[in-house]
């Protein structure tokens, strides 16, 4: 449909060679393709670059490759945000697996929503209440404006965890409607190195988020640069 708006699927990912199939495969089974694919390796030392690559040469359609020594999560992000070329990225972690539908029904949500600049599953609401009504629990499956993502200065890359929820609140703060989607559209596979299990790495990260949001205005968001 040449009246929709482009979109596309960004993964990012280190060391994922153990789940990093599934989410590949998912995101091949899109019943709406994206038009463009970013994979972004933060500088892994298993096999999944080569898993990505090998995806790339399979695919028939736009897929874009990246490799990075060892940035960080949020710095992968920023990556595949500034290697897209889309109006709308979903953004999704190695161990999820996306729904069939999930391209489709954001697309559909956030066309039915033109003020929407970041939407996303309902999860527990943060103790922001700018975030209450329109909670995130992980990036996973979000949508987002990339140029709207931009403006707001990208994700923080001092931030080892909660990036997902500060980019949120930044946008928000700048005037972007926040919106949750009352589906789950993604699934994702428990293990012992995803962030969640490093409890002390989370109080660390959301305390900072916390220091941030207490102090910020909206004239602290800076554009984060791209090419």
Not at 38 to 47: A, H, M, P, R
Not at 144 to 149: E, V
Not at 175 to 199: I, M, P
Request: charged share 20%.
């Amino acid at each position: 449909d040449p009246s929709r708006p482009s979109i596309s699927l960004a993964m990012a990912v280190r060391n994922g060679a153990p789940f990093v199939d599934g989410a590949l495969c998912g995101i091949g089974a899109q019943t709406i393709a994206p038009d463009q694919i970013v994979l972004v390796d933060d500088g892994s030392d298993d096999t999944t670059l080569d898993t990505l690559n090998r995806f790339r040469s399979q695919s028939s359609g736009c897929v874009t490759v990246l490799s990075q020594p060892r940035l960080g999560l949020a710095a992968a992000r920023n990556a595949a945000l500034k290697a897209s070329h889309t109006t709308w990225q979903i953004i999704l972690d190695a161990d999820d697996v996306p729904a069939p539908v999930l391209v489709e029904k954001m697309l559909r949500f956030v066309q039915a929503r033109p003020q929407t600049a970041l939407a996303h599953g309902r999860r527990k609401a943060p103790a922001w209440t700018l975030l209450q009504s329109n909670p995130m629990h992980s990036t996973s499956g979000t949508i987002i404006n990339r140029d709207r993502a931009i403006a707001a200065g990208g994700f923080d890359e001092g931030l080892t965890a909660m990036a997902d929820v500060d980019m949120a609140f930044r946008i928000g703060q700048m005037g972007g409607a926040l919106h949750a989607v009352d589906e789950v559209l993604v699934s994702y596979r428990k293990h012992k190195n995803q962030v969640t299990t490093d409890w002390r790495r989370l109080q660390q990260n959301w305390e900072r988020l916390f220091d941030k949001a207490l102090s910020a205005t909206p004239h602290d968001v800076a554009p984060m640069e791209h090419g």
